[in-house]
């Protein structure tokens, strides 16, 4: 009997190796890290780490090389809760992302080193868990076409990240239920300069519901059922914004599993994703339930 999970992912799992420098250097400095951060990355991955803090029971398929590296990205999850038995131990390396992250502003920097593949052929349907929602980001896009038409036979949630213009997605985007994007994909993808004009093309590709962050500029939604919705970001002192669009994705994922309205979700997400970057790297901050619902009681200030 195939096991049973609230949400499964698929997409890139990186190691990540996170330095927090004073300020960003001219070419050719040497300057001194003041903090180093290293554990696992990846959107996916570090999204249900959010679902696993926030108390739900995800799981995550991706490859990962057989070496130092891939093994200590299995250990997190493992240790954070989240199901690593459709992990696929492969012969590349394993992704490595490395950052600088800014201490005065939190700006971050990454760059990915990814030679490691996911194809369609390594996953079986028939070994695939019973799950309630599939988060994608679109990276082994064959891989993540395969598994979209399998949650769609299957009338599963479909939600889908990206956050900046690479690879070719569009056949993937009429495959989902909920595109989540960031405004640095939104606007060169759909060839607009506002959110709000990036928000009404993508309505005409995606069937769902869509929603655009722009980081401290908050966030815009549509669905059917509500219209259009804002959400400002929440003021916070900002460590580092390292996973904190990942962060988001989670708890959206994890207030539409919970059957709330759009609204509720991204004021959710908004929450979690600002707690998540007033601590350095992309997992650290990421708050359990609890500390999220304080939060959002305490009523912190937004920007305007």
């Known amino acids: 009997m195939n096991k049973k999970l609230d949400c499964l992912g698929l997409g890139i799992a990186p190691a990540d190796l996170l330095m927090e420098i004073e300020k960003y250097p001219h070419p050719g400095a040497k300057i001194d890290s003041k903090h180093v951060t290293v554990q696992g990355g990846g959107p996916i991955p570090t999204a249900m780490v959010t679902l696993a803090r926030l108390g739900m029971h995800p799981g995550l398929m991706a490859p990962v090389g057989d070496d130092v590296f891939g093994q200590f990205v299995i250990d997190e999850l493992k240790k954070e809760g989240v199901d690593t038995s459709y992990i696929f131990k492969k012969k590349q390396p394993t992704a490595i992302a490395s950052g600088w992250i800014e201490q005065r502003s939190g700006r971050r920097t990454i760059v990915l080193d990814l030679k490691i593949h996911l194809k369609p052929g390594d996953i079986k349907l028939s070994d695939l868990p019973a799950v309630r929602a599939v988060h994608l980001d679109g990276r082994y896009l064959p891989a993540c076409l395969k598994i979209a038409r399998w949650a769609r036979r299957n ?7 990206i ?3 690479r690879n070719d997605v569009s056949d993937l985007i009429p495959l989902t239920d909920h595109l989540v994007v960031a405004g640095d994909f939104a606007l060169p993808f759909t060839g607009t300069k506002r959110p709000e004009s990036a928000l009404n093309k993508l309505m005409n590709l995606c069937r769902g519901t869509v929603v655009v962050t722009s980081g401290t500029k908050g966030s815009l939604g549509y669905s059917a059922e509500t219209g259009l919705i804002r959400q400002k970001a929440f003021k916070v002192k900002t460590v580092d914004t390292t996973g904190a669009g990942d962060t988001f994705h989670g708890a959206y994922i994890f207030g539409l599993l919970k059957g709330w309205g759009l609204a509720e979700r991204l004021k959710f997400a908004t929450a979690v994703a600002a707690i998540k970057c007033t601590r350095p790297g992309g997992r650290t901050g990421i708050p359990a339930y609890r500390q999220a619902k304080d ?7 937004v920007y305007a």
């Open 295 to 301: 939060f959002l009681r305490q009523g912190g200030p």
């Open 163 to 165: 956050g900046s213009l």
């Open 155 to 161: 009338n599963i949630p479909v939600i889908f990240d």
